[in-house]
């Protein structure tokens, strides 16, 4: 299924006169303030944010999963997907693929359909955390894993990885290993570091020289004694061992509960270490759930982080990847993708928003209460009327949700797809 322009301007039409009256009454509040609008809403329009390919069907946990219909049943119908969520939200124009889940049968089919959507390739991932079929097992381990036959094989299927991406046009490689033991005494932890240490460099150096490497770090799970890579000191200390275009990836759920991530991203951002993000929020650990539906204020105060540290010139704002990653158990995907881009915008917005001079000469002065006051000034702020506007302006749906329910997308998937399609890798 194909949304099209004419959708999504008659669509528009009908709420247009009551999203301007918003408008222009924030317009007007901020105007006085000192802001430019018409600025704000460039950066608003620029930010964009790639979907990973597994995030197009239902999840699952341990326990079960239960299917929705019309889920994508190949990697074109995965890129169909993100065009529908493109064509919405005009706030993603990129996929993250995961291999072996998503190798192409025909490259020019899909880079044909890649550009005709207007979808790049983001960063590719590769999968040493399960058995497809490989001679050997990653049971106990794979890049750090005790038997080098198992590190060489995992090694062997990051360079492959690397290959895939090349004939696609990425530009990066995400490494998140489950490596780890669940046992104490099962395994020697610093020899387990540094085969991992010398796996990463031979795949570091199998990587073109514009790729970056993105290394991920995860506490616990699915292993639940020692994980080799549990946070980002350790993967910063991998990256500073392998080269400057290998950096750190945050993903928000892999921190133990309560950690202060912005504080991570700010001591990221002044070593020029902060590779990008994957988004998604969580209760209690890895809980992969809607970004923003549990913390907003963790979320906004990241991108004060990442505003300021761009803007001071730590880090540019460029040199950081941006996608989401979760998984949705019971709701449909692409409806819970659209509603973790819009989360992720506000925040964004409101953190645009921070008056930083005035901040700063809080922070100058120990005035506590005030630095408090500029913040909260910023998140209280109902930004959604700049949101949409952005969307409005680069095409896309006043309300993508409510468009979506009312072209009935689903239905539709369904009816073409099947009730019982499933899509690959989950
Ligand atoms: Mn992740």
Not at 6 to 19: G, M
Not at 33 to 49: H, M, N, P, T, Y
Not at 396 to 401: F, K, L, T, V
């Amino acid at each position: 299924m194909r949304i099209t322009q004419e959708n999504i301007s008659e669509n528009n039409q009908s709420i247009l006169s009551a999203h301007q009256q918003e408008l222009d009454f924030l317009s007007g509040l901020l105007s006085k303030e000192g802001v430019d609008i018409w600025a704000l809403i460039d950066k608003i329009k620029e930010f964009q944010i790639a979907v990973p390919s597994w995030a197009l069907g239902a999840g699952g946990t341990r326990f079960g999963r239960f299917g929705l219909g019309g889920e994508p049943r190949n990697l074109e119908e995965k890129l169909e997907d993100i065009g529908l969520l493109k064509a919405l939200t005009q706030k993603t124009s990129s996929v993250s693929l995961h291999i072996p889940w998503d190798i192409p049968s025909d490259y020019s089919t899909i880079t044909g359909l890649a550009s005709e959507l207007g979808i790049s390739f983001d960063a590719m991932n590769s999968n040493t955390f399960q058995d497809y079929g490989q001679q050997e097992t990653y049971k106990l381990g794979s890049l750090g894993n005790a038997k080098k036959s198992i590190r060489n094989q995992a090694v062997d299927h990051n360079i492959q990885v690397i290959e895939i991406g090349k004939k696609l046009g990425s530009k990066g490689l995400t490494v998140w290993l489950a490596d780890g033991s669940n046992f104490p005494g099962q395994s020697s932890m610093r020899n387990a570091l540094q085969w991992t240490q010398e796996s990463l460099t031979q795949i570091y150096t199998a990587m073109p020289d514009d790729w970056k490497l993105l290394l991920e770090y995860k506490p616990y799970e699915p292993n639940f004694y020692h994980t080799i890579i549990p946070d980002w000191g350790t993967s910063s200390l991998l990256c500073k061992s392998l080269g400057d275009r290998a950096k750190v990836l945050v993903d928000l759920g892999h921190h133990l509960p309560n950690t202060n991530i912005e504080q991570i991203v700010a001591t990221l951002m002044y070593q020029d270490m902060l590779a990008g993000f994957h988004f998604n929020d969580s209760k209690y650990g890895d809980d992969d759930l809607t970004t923003g539906s549990i913390k907003p204020y963790q979320l906004f105060l990241i991108f004060c982080e990442l505003i300021s540290g761009s803007e001071d010139g730590a880090q540019t704002w460029e040199s950081i990847s941006w996608m989401i990653d979760a998984s949705h158990n019971t709701k449909d995907p692409l409806e819970d993708l659209m509603q973790a881009l819009e989360v992720i915008s506000i925040c964004f917005t409101k953190a645009l928003l921070v008056d930083r001079k005035k901040l700063s000469a809080c922070q100058l002065d120990g005035d506590v209460v005030g630095a408090q006051e500029c913040l909260q000034e910023a998140f209280q702020r109902d930004v959604r009327p700049l949101v949409r506007e952005a969307r409005i302006q680069n095409g896309g749906a006043a309300n993508p949700i409510t468009l979506y329910r009312k072209l009935e997308v689903r239905k539709n998937l369904i009816q073409e797809r099947g009730a019982n399609s499933r899509s690959t890798g989950l």
